[in-house]
């Protein structure tokens, strides 16, 4: 097979596997996520690895929505008190980088969210208050540190290597829920380009 119909084999079963993810994403889900964010004073956002990359995007997203918003790990960011919201993506819903910040996040009152593609892991089961259910296959999700742990079901399979798709969808999603936010809180397309930086 050349590189071109492995290219568009690829395209095509790639963008079948994100269609079937979105599929499945619980609404009432979607709609807790959304309302804590318009509610939450401050933000905060946090994510390891290419999980991490994908939620730096949507952390720019809610600043140009006009969301005070940190990413946890910046030496700007300020303490995380009670009204405010943490958002962290842990695909195994039990990351053990993780522990310690999410447990030291629930001593501050702030409100967890957590997107996760195991809701039956450790921190998202014990810690979260609100759950977004990815329903991707995830990098590890079938090797938990803990031999007991749960293990990923009900998600999409994929052809691709480690957490691609989690990663993959991690982005378009919080891309999609930036424009849902946006609708909801009452702007405009114009007026988050208004929040963008101006000095590049």
């Not at 946090?46 to 600043?63: D, N, P, V, Y």
């Not at 940190?70 to 405010?84: P, R, S």
């Not at 997107?115 to 938990?144: Q, R, W």
């Amino acid at each position: 097979m050349s590189y071109i119909d492995t290219y568009r084999q690829l395209s095509g079963a790639i963008v079948s596997e994100h269609e079937a993810v979105f599929a499945q994403l619980d609404m009432d889900q979607l709609k807790a996520f959304l309302d804590a964010v318009i509610e939450a004073k401050h933000i905060f956002v946090h994510g390891t690895g290419r999980e991490g990359i994908s939620m730096r995007g949507f952390a720019m997203r809610l600043a140009h929505l006009g969301k005070q918003v940190f990413w946890l790990m910046d030496d700007t960011t300020i303490g995380m008190h009670q009204g405010d919201l943490f958002i962290i993506t842990d695909g195994r819903g039990d990351v053990g980088i993780h522990r310690r910040i999410v447990e030291q996040a629930s001593k501050t009152g702030a409100k967890i969210a957590m997107i996760t593609c195991l809701p039956e892991g450790n921190l998202a089961k014990n810690y979260a208050d609100l759950i977004l259910f990815v329903h991707s296959t995830v990098y590890m999700g079938d090797a938990a540190e803990d031999p007991g742990a749960p293990r990923q079901h009900d998600v999409v399979p994929t052809i691709q290597p480690m957490g691609n798709q989690y990663e993959q969808h991690l982005y378009l999603l919080m891309d999609i829920v930036a424009i849902l936010l946006k609708d909801e809180m009452g702007m405009t397309y114009e007026d988050m380009e208004a929040n963008h930086r101006n000095i590049e």
